[in-house]
């Protein structure tokens, strides 16, 4: 008798715990999950915004290059201008040089008597 | 019984929701993935930059600038079409009217006038198409002008990249250079002079970048991309000098206005290497406006023009005669007493003037004696002489590295008569090149052995250069024989009416050349070929040089057109080459 007793007891006291213990754990989980969801929404957001801004970033390295490119390639041709041996001699002729009407070739000195003077 | 229909009705959802999705995943998934690709994925060609040409200094002859192809979409266009129009034309007019404001062009040409109305009109007429994403509006515009119209704010127009050919030395060295257009699919293409003959080197090829973009247009960096690398045009070498082109560009241009010729070509080579040091055929066009010019402007007269050599040709008779042991310079003319009959035909001296004794084959070079020359080719023989001419390889292309070359028209022997043979000596019956004849010339400067004519001396590949191969020269003659010829071109120089032109204290080995032109079966009596080939100075030769007048009018001979201005030019590069005079 004081078995049973005790063993009903025992039920009586067991259910009640059963199910709170019970609805812990799903509480527990549903608050995981949803902190799972919102930490890989927030690292997807993180991860979306890097790429977003690496790719602008890329991008913007993409129309440097050109832009330096272009520069180059400008500085190039300015220089290619500049030193264009028909603007050099516009410029002479406006600058009052004229052709040599005679040339007069000096004997070079040997190199031999240079060095023994 | 509630929860069977509400188990029910949720069997019932997921069944339609499952039977959609299978629509759009099976049935129409193709296209959607196709839709979504074309939405997301963003695919660009990357041009590849044409290879430069550069001077033998390594100074820029063609380079690349920056240059914009202007389009619109007038799917997205936002404004009028008229709208559009009435801001872009004041632009592009400036554009083109700065553009034709740089060239150098004949003084009677006139270039179309560019009214901003009509451009208005037609910039309408273009943007009026329906449904069109991709209309070319302006081709290779300047930087500055595209950033006026990007200025502008008209959605629905766009820019590629369609860069430019800059030419700093202007319309200098034009014909030899050639010029780019577009292919029938509107790629660049090289046309004419190098441009054209090293096309596929100077071209490279496009790349292509295909990557996925976001919502905003950006690249997305870890998207589905890839990208194929343009790969540049090779740079090319040429052996040309800047400052021998600009002198020699000088003298013809002036050349050809003093005599009135139709045209005229000068070329100067380096006999040792072959190299062609300036190449000039005036007038010419400008190869940064070439669709202003008539297309007869587009060819390298030195290369293209054949034409009748007259008595230039008769240093190669010569060179036979004395290299195959029939004569010497001292053998004496035989048949120079009278007009030489062949066949019943007379051959004649140019100014009738016959020489019955003393006049030996140096004296029949001075004198340009076409009865002396016949003979000599008669007393050689067809055989001997068209072996000489073949070695030279007459009739033959040069192989110069320029777009154009022609060979002239060299007769089979077989089909040669006496009379053909004797009219050939001195240089008429057939036709030839300038620098063809600049070749044969160089090979008695070069010791007897055969210059391989070349322009190009190297290649550049992203910064590593690639020499070309230019083959060795073939020995035709014996050094002795050039020597010899060398005497007595400088003697057919100094005893002849050239001989108050030659520089003081400089010895100059040359040959006139006054042919006449056949017309219609016959030869036209007021119209010649005028030329002179020789090289300088005489002992140690720094450039081979011809200078060719087609059709002067104010006096139709060699010796009084061309040898002025081979002189002339002569005296220049005697100063820039530093040569010394060789006797006081």
């Known amino acids: 008798m004081t078995a049973r007793k005790h063993h009903l007891h025992r039920l009586h006291h067991t259910a009640p715990t059963g199910r709170v213990s019970e609805s812990r754990t799903l509480r527990r989980l549903a608050s995981g999950v949803v902190i799972l969801t919102i930490g890989l929404a927030a690292i997807s957001l993180v991860t979306a915004n890097n790429l977003a801004t690496q790719g602008k970033a890329s991008q913007d390295l993409d129309q440097q290059i050109s832009s330096v490119q272009s520069e180059n390639n400008s500085l190039t041709a300015e220089n290619a201008q500049l030193t264009a041996v028909t603007k050099i001699y516009a410029q002479a002729l406006a600058a009052g040089f004229v052709s040599p009407k005679k040339l007069q070739n000096l004997t070079r000195i040997p190199v031999v008597a240079l060095l023994n003077p | 019984m509630r ?39 963003l695919s660009r060609p990357i041009p590849a930059q044409r290879g430069q040409i550069l001077a033998r200094d390594g100074k820029i002859l063609v380079a690349n600038e920056s240059g914009y192809l202007l389009f619109a979409s007038t799917v997205d266009l936002k404004v009028k079409p008229a709208e559009a129009a009435g801001k872009l034309a004041p632009i592009l007019s400036a554009a083109t009217a700065e553009d034709q404001g740089e060239l150098s062009l004949p ?213 036979a005669g004395i290299d195959s042991g029939t004569v010497t310079p001292d053998t004496i003319c035989a048949a120079c007493g009278a007009p030489f009959e062949v066949q019943g035909h007379s051959i004649r001296t140019w100014n009738n003037q016959y020489y019955p004794t003393g006049e030996t084959m140096t ?133 002849g009416e050239a001989h108050r032109l030659v520089p003081p204290g400089y010895r100059v080995a040359g040959k006139t050349g006054t042919a006449q032109v056949p017309v219609a079966g016959h030869y036209d009596a007021h119209k010649t070929v005028a030329s002179f080939v020789g090289f300088a100075p005489a002992e140690d030769p720094k450039f081979v040089m011809i200078v060719k007048y087609v059709e002067p009018t104010t006096t139709p001979f060699g010796a009084t057109t061309a040898v002025p201005t081979f002189m002339d030019i002569t005296k220049e590069l005697f100063g820039y080459f530093g040569v010394a005079p060789s006797t006081p």
């Open chain 2, 3 to 41: 929860i069977n229909f509400v188990a029910w009705i949720i069997f019932i959802l997921l069944t339609a929701i499952a039977a959609r999705l299978g629509y759009w995943q099976i049935l129409n998934g193709d296209n959607l993935a196709r839709a979504a690709s074309l939405q997301r994925s």
């Open chain 2, 363 to 495: 004296k029949v070079l001075e004198h340009s004696n076409n009865v002396g020359t016949a003979w000599l080719a008669t007393k050689m023989g067809k055989d001997k002489f068209y072996s000489y001419a073949k070695a030279f390889g007459v009739g033959d292309k040069t192989g110069i590295d320029i777009e154009g070359e022609e060979s002239g028209i060299f007769y089979d022997p077989k089909k040669i008569a006496p009379i053909d043979l004797a009219t050939m000596a001195f240089g008429q019956g057939f036709s030839t090149t300038a620098v063809k004849i600049l070749q044969i010339v160089g090979t008695v400067a070069n010791g007897g052995k055969l210059p391989q004519l070349h322009i190009v001396s190297k290649l550049t590949d992203t910064g590593v250069d690639i020499p070309l191969k230019i083959p060795d020269p073939k020995q035709v003659i014996k050094p002795l024989t050039a020597s010899l010829l060398t005497q007595m071109m400088i003697g057919a120089v100094e005893h």
């Open chain 2, 107 to 319: 003084k009677d040409t006139i270039l179309p006038k560019i009214e901003i109305k009509d451009l208005e009109k037609t910039l309408t007429v273009k943007l009026s198409q329906a449904d069109n994403y991709y209309i070319p509006l302006a081709h290779r515009l300047k930087q500055k002008y595209a950033d006026q119209i990007y200025a502008l704010g008209i959605y629905g127009l766009g820019f590629d990249q369609e860069p430019r050919r800059l030419y700093p030395e202007g319309s200098l060295l034009a014909t030899t250079l050639g010029f780019v257009g577009s292919s029938a699919t509107g790629d660049p293409l090289g046309y004419f002079g190098l441009e054209g003959f090293y096309n596929g080197e100077l071209s490279g090829r496009n790349g292509v970048q295909h990557l996925e973009r976001d919502a905003a247009g950006h690249p997305i960096l870890l998207g589905d991309s890839n990208t194929l690398a343009p790969q540049d045009g090779r740079s090319i070498t040429t052996t040309i000098d800047r400052f021998v082109q600009l002198i020699v560009e000088k003298h013809l241009r002036e050349g050809v206005e003093k005599y009135g010729a139709r045209k005229g070509t000068a070329v100067v080579m380096d006999p040792k290497t072959g190299g062609i040091l300036a190449a000039v055929t005036w007038p010419a066009f400008d190869p940064r406006g070439y669709q202003y010019f008539s297309k007869d402007f587009y060819t390298d007269d030195a290369v293209s023009d054949t034409y009748e050599p007259g008595s230039t040709f008769k240093v190669l008779t010569m060179a």
